[in-house]
T-cell receptor, first 112, second 116 residues
């Protein structure tokens, strides 16, 4: 079953604007990760935030995590056309040997 | 190899035929995952191998699907008597030794399966 649910399903913005994507999940987690996918091929890891962290930065990416609301957000600042892709959140469970569970993704289109 | 390698990249098969999809994980990665992604959808977990532990097969959609991992490295996902609804991208991923879901996982480019 899907754990993470991204919102919105699709987002279209102008180059230079900021893009914000949200992820909600249902059960307690060890960590939450964001991945990017171009053109339906392999996913690339962007950032991992652990359950005891509230915010993390990586370049133009900013991720927040609110475990009380079971939600996370991914902010891409100063977007570029090359940021056009699908973005997925994935949650890692508390139990030791559990696979990552992915949401359905947000399709981001950045228009030049 | 440098990354997760999957083959074939694309496969078109007739309904009712069996297919095998191969995944060669990053060297030294003991955790290996198979996911399925239908067009425009999210990733659906299929199966997870971790070292010598019994695999987590809870995501396999039917008994037509099976997977094995030989020698703790290469994995093969087999779909028997393929159906049109099996058409999807099958993504393999691997991660470093450690507990599943707690590490970054590295994906291959996927195998596009089309059942006609």
């Amino acid at each position: 079953s899907q754990q993470g649910e991204e919102d919105p399903q699709a987002l279209s913005i102008q180059e230079g604007e900021n893009a914000t994507m949200n992820c909600s999940y249902k059960t307690s987690i060890n960590n939450l990760q964001w991945y990017r996918q171009n053109s339906g091929r392999g996913l690339v890891h962007l950032i991992l935030i652990r359950s005891n962290e509230r915010e993390k930065h990586s370049g133009r990416l900013r991720v927040t995590l609110d475990t009380s609301k079971k939600s996370s957000s991914l902010l891409i600042t100063a977007s570029r056309a090359a940021d056009t892709a699908s973005y997925f959140c994935a949650t890692g469970g508390l139990a030791g040997n559990t696979p990552l569970v992915f949401g359905k993704g947000t399709r981001l289109s950045v228009i030049a | 190899g440098a990354g997760v390698s999957q083959s074939p990249s694309n496969k078109v098969t007739e309904k009712g035929k069996d297919v095998e999809l191969r995944c060669d994980p990053i060297s030294g990665h003991t955790a290996l995952y198979w996911y399925r992604q239908s067009l425009g959808q999210g990733l659906e977990f299929l199966i997870y191998f971790q070292g010598n532990s019994a695999p987590d097969k809870s995501g396999l959609p039917s008994d037509r699907f099976s997977a094995e991992r030989t020698g703790g490295s290469v994995s093969t996902l087999t779909i028997q008597r393929t159906q049109q609804e099996d058409s999807a991208v099958y993504l393999c991923a691997s991660s470093v030794p450690g507990q599943g879901g707690r590490n970054t996982i590295y994906f291959g480019e996927g195998s596009w399966l089309t059942v006609v």
